[in-house]
């Protein structure tokens, strides 16, 4: 019983120091990540027939009122009870409306998904190169990445079976190949 008990208090401290050692590597590592709010990508402004953009709303234009400061004397008593109640709620302004103009360059997507039996791969394909966006596995399967100087390869694997997408360029406008075995 003695024994036993060593040997469950010798797991919980190696366990306990294996948890704490994950944890300050992961949190030394996140420490000094920088997080970016996702942006979305802007959509193309229908235009008319004789190919001129539409004029904005005049909502989108017109500057917001701004909201008044609300009294901060705090409660008021009402006179028929002699009670404390509450301040009047405030009306807050909607949000002002900005518009961001269309970057100089093409509206069009670069990003490509690519399934293959395991995972999805999705890579921003440009006319020189090609850099990887994300790559997730699907349950139960395990993924692995290569990056080389001008190719990489993504692997999804389970039991005997790996599936690959490999995206390569030198010299040529990046290629993307499905290897389904």
Same mark, same amino acid.
């Given at each position: 019983?003695?024994?036993?008990?060593?040997?469950?208090?010798?797991?919980? @401290?190696?366990?306990?120091?294996?948890?704490?050692?994950?944890?300050? +590597?992961?949190?030394?590592?996140?420490?000094? @990540?920088?997080?970016?709010?996702?942006?979305?990508?802007?959509?193309?402004?229908?235009?008319?027939?004789?190919? @001129?953009?539409?004029?904005?709303?005049?909502?989108?234009?017109?500057?917001?009122?701004?909201?008044?400061?609300?009294?901060?004397?705090?409660?008021?008593?009402?006179?028929?009870? +002699?009670?404390?109640?509450?301040?009047?709620?405030?009306?807050?302004?909607?949000?002002?409306?900005?518009?961001?103009?269309?970057?100089?360059?093409?509206?069009?997507?670069? /990003?490509?998904?690519?399934? /293959?039996?395991?995972?999805?791969?999705a890579v921003d394909l440009q006319s020189d190169h090609a850099s990887l966006v994300t790559a997730?596995?699907?349950?139960?399967?395990?993924?692995?990445?290569?990056n080389g100087p001008q190719w990489f390869r993504v692997d999804f694997s389970k039991d005997e079976?790996?599936?690959?997408?490999?995206?390569?360029?030198?010299?040529?406008?990046?290629?993307?190949?499905?290897?389904?075995?």
């Amino acid at each position: 019983m003695r024994n036993g008990l060593v040997q469950l208090g010798a797991w919980a @401290a190696a366990t306990g120091a294996a948890v704490a050692l994950s944890w300050l +590597g992961v949190h030394a590592v996140l420490t000094g @990540a920088a997080f970016e709010q996702p942006t979305a990508l802007p959509l193309p402004s229908p235009a008319s027939a004789d190919g @001129a953009r539409p004029s904005p709303t005049p909502s989108a234009t017109q500057p917001q009122p701004q909201p008044q400061p609300a009294d901060r004397t705090g409660p008021t008593a009402t006179p028929s009870t +002699g009670r404390a109640s509450a301040p009047p709620p405030r009306a807050t302004a909607p949000a002002p409306t900005t518009t961001r103009p269309a970057p100089a360059t093409s509206t069009t997507s670069s /990003v490509h998904s690519y399934p /293959v039996p395991g995972g999805r791969v999705a890579v921003d394909l440009q006319s020189d190169h090609a850099s990887l966006v994300t790559a997730t596995p699907d349950s139960g399967w395990t993924m692995q990445v290569w990056n080389g100087p001008q190719w990489f390869r993504v692997d999804f694997s389970k039991d005997e079976q790996t599936n690959s997408v490999i995206v390569s360029w030198n010299g040529y406008p990046p290629r993307v190949d499905k290897v389904v075995r």
